[in-house]
């Protein structure tokens, strides 16, 4: 669903990347609260996950596919705000290496595939988890549903968004009818992708998935007729924890990896849902050649690499390294403000009166 330039006209794309920077702004602030020692170094390799599974372009219907949009994966793994920035990362990264979604667009990419999927995707999986079963099963189907709903969602909101700065004359009722059915069905595999790899790492380590924490109940023992809390189990050692983390982490990235670098090279050529509704409703007529389309990695290939499996694999390898470094660097700078602010609030001299 990355927009070109030229889709939006200039005075509501300026807005939109207005609105994207303030949502950034209170996600940093957010990030803060949200990382600790176990969610700061899953975040980057979230960032990198999500690039790598955009990749992966999966056949829908009537010659579209879709891929994974990635805002209810990172709000469930790492927190909503912290999530806003893993997909605002990965979107940077696509416009600026890869000529992925225009650069006066990136405001309007931002708004609608970081901000609207992860808000909404995260607002509806804390209902479902209040409302479900406390256990890991009903975490996995909170984060099928929300997945699903946050694609159409964020395909109604690009749909308000032309519908304001459309720089085509088009019955905005079609496109509106196209957007949502195609990104329905986008929707189920973003729902499907985003279950299976929330339920792969909550078997591992649930501890590591910001919307299970708390799911678990005190046992109760029956005392002179009375229940009472048990008393809390021992601590488990630091060690194996680390240990067991450092293990998800390469096994997230050698996954990001050969995904980026070899599954990439079977994914679906088609047109994705918005490609598709543009090319059949003459919103593409308006679209701008990309700022940077002659790079050496535009359009995930590299320059002068002709052979095209080759060539793609590389340009995914490079994404996934970038990505990872690119959003580690960020949200080690935000883990050290947390602890910055938390040790001014315990001295006595940055205690407010």
Not at 91 to 117: K, R, Y
Not at 158 to 175: E, I, R, S
């Amino acid at each position: 669903m990355h927009a070109p330039d030229g889709f939006i006209n200039a005075p509501v794309s300026a807005a939109a990347g207005l609105a994207a920077a303030g949502a950034i702004a209170v996600s940093l602030r957010g990030a803060r609260r949200e990382l600790d020692e176990r969610t700061a170094p899953l975040a980057g390799l979230v960032a990198a996950f999500i690039f790598a599974v955009q990749m992966l372009n999966f056949p829908v219907a009537a010659g579209t596919s879709g891929h994974l949009l990635g805002g209810a994966l990172a709000a469930i793994l790492v927190g909503p705000c912290t999530g806003v920035l893993c997909v605002s990362v990965v979107l940077l990264m696509q416009a600026v290496l890869f000529a992925d979604g225009g650069l006066t667009a990136l405001g309007v990419n931002i708004t609608d595939m970081a901000i609207v999927t992860t808000v909404v995707a995260y607002a509806l999986f804390r209902a479902l988890v209040k409302v479900l079963p406390r256990t890991r099963r009903s975490v996995t189907a909170a984060s099928f549903v929300a997945a699903l709903v946050s694609v159409p969602a964020s395909a109604v909101v690009f749909t308000l968004l032309y519908a304001v700065g459309g720089t085509a004359d088009v019955a905005l009722g079609k496109v509106a009818t196209a957007m949502v059915g195609v990104h329905v069905l986008i929707g189920i595999g973003e729902a499907v992708i985003t279950a299976l790899t929330v339920g792969a790492v909550i078997a591992v380590r649930p501890d590591l998935v910001h919307g299970a924490r708390g799911l678990t109940r005190k046992l109760k023992l029956r005392v002179n007729g009375e229940l009472v809390d048990a008393p809390d189990a021992p601590e488990p050692e630091p060690v194996p924890a680390a240990r067991s983390s450092r293990k998800v982490w390469i096994t997230g990235l050698v996954t990001s990896l050969v995904l980026a670098g070899f599954v990439s090279f079977y994914a679906s050529a088609n047109p994705d849902g918005l490609e598709k509704v543009a090319t059949d409703h003459g919103i593409d007529e308006k679209a701008e050649e990309h700022a940077i389309a002659g790079s050496p990695l535009a359009d995930y290939g590299v320059e002068d690499v002709d052979d095209a499996r080759l060539s793609g694999g590389l340009a995914g390898v490079i994404g996934v390294g970038v990505t990872v470094v690119a959003g580690t660097g960020v949200f080690r700078v935000v883990r050290r403000r947390r602890t910055e602010d938390t040790a001014d609030a315990a001295s006595p001299t940055g205690t407010s009166v």
